[in-house]
């Protein structure tokens, strides 16, 4: 079946780590998202990429960095620079046309300890 | 540049009432416009969108959504509340007109079905 998938479904880090969280999609879609979610915050935009090899920088990009280096592949990491990352990270993808709906993966927990 | 506010963080409803949960939107240009549900420690999942044409928008699990041009609205509505709809609901817009842009957000409503 196609879709997104995220992983790890959990994750803890120590502060002061670097953490990479993984999000593939097999739907053929070109354009990959990465949000963060916070209670009562709704869905924030981290990065965003449109073509493989390029991306640009989202709302809340500080302490984060991606790569597109493969259609179907879009990791983001959380650095050491990120003040408050535990959160819940959520990856979604897009076909062309902004009159499309993104699809979304299941998050990643992180959590700092 | 686009923008969505969704009135109330938190409705609560008994089982088999109306359900209504609102959204406006800000928009340069004329806007698409989505619905999203999510469970908890779940990703979001799409109930329903608006692009062109009819604007009463049917979509699953017996929601639908009204695009008001003249009142920036697109409130989704359900005529009976189900247990099973006590989730978080987000409206989205999307940003430009052209190519790949993000969906901006809302910051969700949280809907809860009282027995």
């Known amino acids: 079946d196609g879709g997104i998938t995220q992983s790890p479904k959990y994750l803890f880090r120590k502060e002061g780590q670097n953490v990479t969280l993984s999000c593939e999609q097999n739907l053929n879609h070109d354009a990959m998202y990465w949000y963060r979610q916070d209670p009562g915050q709704g869905l924030r935009l981290i990065y965003y990429s449109q073509i493989v090899n390029d991306f640009q920088k989202g709302d809340i990009a500080e302490g984060y960095s991606v790569s597109r280096e493969k259609k179907e592949s879009f990791p983001l990491t959380v650095t050491s620079a990120q003040k408050n990352p535990t959160a819940f990270y959520l990856c979604?993808?897009?076909?062309?046309?902004?009159?499309?709906?993104?699809?979304f993966g299941q998050g990643t927990r992180l959590t700092v300890v | 540049a686009q923008s969505v506010t969704q009135l109330g963080s938190h409705v609560s409803v008994s089982e088999g009432a109306l359900v209504l949960l609102r959204c406006n939107y800000s928009s340069s240009v004329p806007p698409y416009l989505f619905w999203y549900v999510q469970y908890p420690n779940q990703g979001l999942q799409l109930l329903l969108k608006?692009?062109?044409?009819?604007?009463l928008v049917k979509g699953i699990n017996g929601f639908e959504a009204e695009f008001k041009k003249s009142e920036t609205s697109f409130h989704l509505t359900k005529p009976s509340a189900h247990m099973s709809d006590a989730a978080e609901y987000f409206c989205?817009?999307?940003?430009?007109?052209?190519?790949?842009?993000?969906?901006?957000f809302g910051k969700g409503t949280r809907l809860s079905v009282i027995a």
């Open positions: 608006y692009t062109t044409g009819a604007t």
């Open positions: 989205a817009v999307s940003k430009g007109n052209s190519g790949n842009t993000p969906l901006v």
């Open positions: 979604a993808s897009r076909h062309r046309g902004s009159n499309t709906e993104a699809f």
